[in-house]
Nanobody
Framework: HVQLVESGGGSVQAGGSLRLSCTASSSEYSTKNMGWFRQALGKEREKVAVVYGIGGTTYYADFVKGRFTISLNNDKNTVYLQMNKLEPEDTALYHC????????????????????WGQGTQVTVS
């Protein structure tokens, strides 16, 4: 069993930046894909970005392209989400997840492809 713990959320003004971190309790999932998701109050969960554990390929939702960057540090069992030029619409609870999910055939895979999820870290942009 792998535990994922997110950190780095907080409150920031529009145009500001935050860096989220998600640390896995073991390296068991070092070859798996790591994704970031978000869910705003009263809205459905959205896929934000994913990085493949093998090869490091990244994919982003259109609404964060050019603003967010996902990266892996396998030595620290950690995945990061650097968020720049934040907008009020980015306000949400951000979760990381590990598994086989990603971007295939021109679309995101089901969230069911992710085996483990963190509890989330709140991001508020005003």
């Amino acid at each position: 069993h792998v535990q994922l713990v997110e950190s780095g959320g907080g409150s920031v003004q529009a145009g500001g930046s935050l860096r989220l971190s998600c640390t896995a309790s073991s390296s068991e999932y070092s070859t798996k894909n790591m994704g970031w998701f978000r869910q705003a109050l009263g809205k459905e969960r959205e896929k934000v970005a994913v990085v493949y554990g093998i090869g490091g390929t990244t994919y982003y939702a259109d609404f964060v392209k050019g603003r967010f960057t996902i990266s892996l540090n396998n030595d620290k069992n950690t995945v990061y989400l650097q968020m720049n030029k934040l907008e009020p619409e980015d306000t949400a609870l951000y979760h990381c997840a590990a598994g086989n999910g990603g971007w295939f055939g021109g679309s995101w895979t089901s969230v069911a492809e992710y085996d483990y999820w963190g509890q989330g870290t709140q991001v508020t942009v005003s």
